[in-house]
């Protein structure tokens, strides 16, 4: 059964950098693909945040997220233009609703998103916006729930055990990890130089790494924060499988990873 796919990242090219790979696996099989930006990604690097002065940064930055979703094979872009770098002055409810609005007019049922303990604070207000609005409500369109990491934020957190990332789904992408790495050049601004995290090298070196991890090639890993199967939908039993505030897998996770890696 062919499924709807909804991505929500704070910033253009963290939609690449985390999951680029598993978007284009999922455009090959079928699946229909979403991409929501939720902060501009620009006036973060002014003094104070002035759009009109970073409007001709801004307008570059969204024809290319429109390019890179293009590029994944991605039915659109969506941008909210949130205030960069400063999503934890704003509300939580004011982050919650437009994800509630496009999770209800796209009924979406697999959503990705940020890892909660990333070091940047949209990542984390990105996070706790998308769990909210993915809550297990009955009548929930959203099945499946995953967090990605990324490069220059996850990796740069403090290692206490409450912030690691901790995957345990792994996606094979031996098959797109080139073509991931093709589409990132569209965010060549945001790239850096090798040793840098968020570099060609790095991004491709921590597919190998999460690759190998998992006994395959190349990979992109992945926190289960819920699946559920019910009867209706696809013929399993009916089995939820869940897991902490941070995202810690439950038993169901393991044969869940199975699956996925089968398909
Ligand atoms: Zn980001």
């Known amino acids: 059964m062919k499924k709807k796919i909804l991505v929500v990242a704070a910033h253009p090219d963290d939609e690449v950098l985390g999951v680029g790979g598993t978007i284009l696996r999922h455009v090959a099989e079928g699946d229909e693909v979403r991409i929501l930006l939720l902060a501009e990604g620009v006036t973060s690097r002014a003094d104070t945040r002035d759009e009109a002065l970073c409007h001709e940064a801004l307008d570059a930055l969204h024809t290319n997220a429109q390019r890179v979703a293009k590029a994944l094979g991605a039915k659109c872009a969506e941008l909210c233009n949130f205030p960069d770098n400063r999503m934890d002055s704003m509300m939580l409810l004011d982050v919650v ?6 999770i209800n007019m796209y009924r979406p049922d697999v ?14 207000r990105t996070h706790e916006a998308v769990v909210t609005a993915c809550r297990a409500l009955p009548g929930q369109c959203v099945h499946e729930l995953y967090f990605f990491e990324t490069p220059s934020s996850t990796e740069w957190q403090m290692m206490r055990a409450e912030r690691a990332f901790l995957p345990t789904l792994y996606v094979d ?17 945001e790239m850096r130089s090798f040793p840098h995290t968020r570099s060609y090298e790095a991004v491709e ?12 090639a190349a990979a992109e890993a992945f926190e289960v924060g819920r699946v559920v199967r019910t009867t209706a939908q696809n013929g399993y039993l009916s089995t939820r499988g869940g897991a902490d ?17 089968a398909a």
Not at 173 to 189: G, N, P, R
Not at 205 to 216: E, F, I, K
């Open 97 to 102: 609703k437009p994800i509630e609005h496009v």
């Open 111 to 124: 959503v990705y998103t940020h890892h909660g303990g990333d070091v940047n604070v949209d990542h984390q």
């Open 173 to 189: 992408i031996a098959a797109t990890l080139a073509k991931k790495l093709d589409v990132l050049h569209l965010y060549d601004s």
């Open 205 to 216: 070196a921590l597919a190998q790494w999460r690759g190998a991890t998992a006994g395959v």
């Open 245 to 261: 505030g941070l995202g810690r897998l439950s038993s169901m996770g393991d044969s869940h990873r199975s699956a996925f890696l």
